[in-house]
């Protein structure tokens, strides 16, 4: 399984990246917004901090106009994926794009069967979001369970990100059904470093070996 994380914020970007446990960003308009920088400049500068896929979203909700946002976005560096939002023209995008040969996350998938349309028209990602299907007592990960079924039965090339993630157990109940990768945000990779039991032990094993240190010192 491999961990993308979910954010536009370079520092964060830096630090993930300095664990050695990300191999991919995803960023969406509401993430980018927050950083009130220039957006192409934003993802030339992370595309080439992280060597490895950053999404980028277009904004265009037409089919010409996402097509040619697609194509400018896919111009800034080899490693974008041009995210590309679920819906009819969406479709009719990735189906151009992958032609192209232009790497596509369809994004905002609530549903198997949207997944599946998404892989069928040649999308490179596809993202169900797991926290909002949640959010509206839905069964998220029983989509993405789904969809991995489905490109495994159909030896579909598409690849299932886990999207929308709001803690440690949606990341592990994604590696539990094989999702090929989950998108985290910051604070959810911390919270899955964290242990208190390991911060226990930590404190005791410098206590005991502090306790010998000053015996030996004293010469005890
Ligand atoms: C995924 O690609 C999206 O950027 C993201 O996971 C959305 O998450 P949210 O539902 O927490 O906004």
Redesign the pocket.
């Known amino acids: 399984m491999q961990l993308?994380l979910?954010t536009a914020n370079i520092e964060e970007i830096k630090e993930a990246l300095g664990w050695g446990v990300i191999s991919g960003v995803?960023?969406?308009p509401?993430?980018v917004a927050r950083e009130k920088r220039d957006f192409k400049s934003l993802v030339k500068e992370i595309c080439h901090m992280v060597p490895g896929p950053v999404?980028a979203?277009v904004l265009s909700m037409d089919f010409r106009e996402m097509i040619s946002e697609a194509r400018e976005l896919s111009k800034i560096a080899p490693n974008v994926v041009v995210?590309i939002p679920m819906t009819k023209n969406g479709l009719k995008a990735v189906n151009v794009l992958s032609q192209e040969g232009i790497n596509t996350?369809v994004?905002l998938v609530f549903s198997a069967t949207q997944g599946l349309l998404a892989a069928l028209a040649g999308a490179t990602y596809i993202?169900p979001?797991i926290?909002?299907l949640d959010?509206i007592s839905n069964e998220g990960m029983d989509i993405v369970q789904d969809l991995v079924i489905m490109m495994e039965n159909y030896n579909l090339p598409t690849r299932v990100?886990a999207?929308?993630?709001?803690h440690p157990m949606h990341v592990l109940e994604s590696a539990r059904v094989s999702c090929h990768i989950a998108?985290v945000?910051y604070k959810v990779l911390e919270a899955m470093l964290r242990h208190p039991l390991t911060d226990i032990g930590i404190q005791r094993f410098l206590d005991d070996w502090a306790k010998v240190k000053n015996e030996l010192e004293s010469g005890m």
């Open positions: 993308f979910d995803t960023t969406n509401s993430l999404s979203e995210k996350n994004t993202s979001f926290g909002r959010d990100i999207a929308s993630v709001r998108t945000p």
